[in-house]
């Protein structure tokens, strides 16, 4: 039975999709480099992202990804990045139903707080989880500190993603895994992983379903 609910933050919470292939593309404009489309983007988006912004031919060697990482968000934050309306309805459902809700993201802490009150969906979740530094990469040690804190079992916990890296981080904490396909990587990349690949949230009470 699943009792607690990990949710990822972009791209599956925040609709940011569209706002992302903006922000590249004017970066790429700024290094006089072609442009993308969501369609290409979602096909090769990776992790670690220094080899996806190598692969739309920024010279990796000399930006730092930091930068980078920044120089995106900045532009990120001009363009509109609402929750999912399918994902309001989803927490405040899950909420009622009594479900401990987690917000695990590799958004820096102060970042992914703030981004999560603007769009008031702070109060839904006992935690709110970001890096406490500005570097990049998994989230899987925090997540598996706070369930080890909390004595959560993980087998109890649905995470909720919308990258295979969301996926490999539930396949090292233990815990089943649903990923939302109009997040950043496309339905044909999440299928390979074996999860449960959802068209959006209203299909996540099909599988709570499965589990109780």
């Known amino acids: 039975m699943i009792t607690t609910i990990l949710w990822d933050f972009n791209g599956t919470v925040m609709d940011d999709l569209g706002a992302s292939v903006q922000a590249v593309n004017a970066m790429t404009a700024r290094r006089g480099l072609p442009s993308i489309t969501e369609a290409w983007y979602t096909r090769h988006l990776e992790m670690p992202l220094e080899r996806f912004y190598a692969g739309i031919g920024f010279d990796m060697e000399q930006e730092r990804l930091g930068d980078v990482s920044a120089e ?14 399918e994902v309001r309805k989803a927490l405040e459902a899950f909420s009622a139903r009594g479900l401990r809700q987690l917000l695990f993201s590799s958004l820096h802490q102060e970042l992914l707080a703030r981004q999560a009150e603007e769009r008031d969906v702070s109060r839904y979740f006992d935690a709110i989880v970001g890096r406490k530094d500005h570097s990049l990469g998994g989230k899987e040690k925090a997540a598996e500190e706070y369930l080890r804190r909390h004595g959560i079992n993980a087998a109890e916990v649905l995470v909720i993603g919308d990258l295979v890296t969301d996926w490999e981080m539930a396949r090292y904490l233990g815990c ?3 990923l939302i396909e109009k997040g950043h990587q ?3 990349v999440l ?8 068209r959006d949230a209203t299909e996540l009470d099909l599988i709570l379903e499965e589990f109780a």
């Open 72 to 85: 995106f968000q900045r532009e990120c934050a001009e363009l509109p990045r609402p929750v999912f309306p």
């Open 186 to 188: 496309h339905r044909d």
């Open 176 to 178: 089943p895994c649903a």
């Open 191 to 198: 299928k390979k992983t074996g999860a449960y690949v959802l």
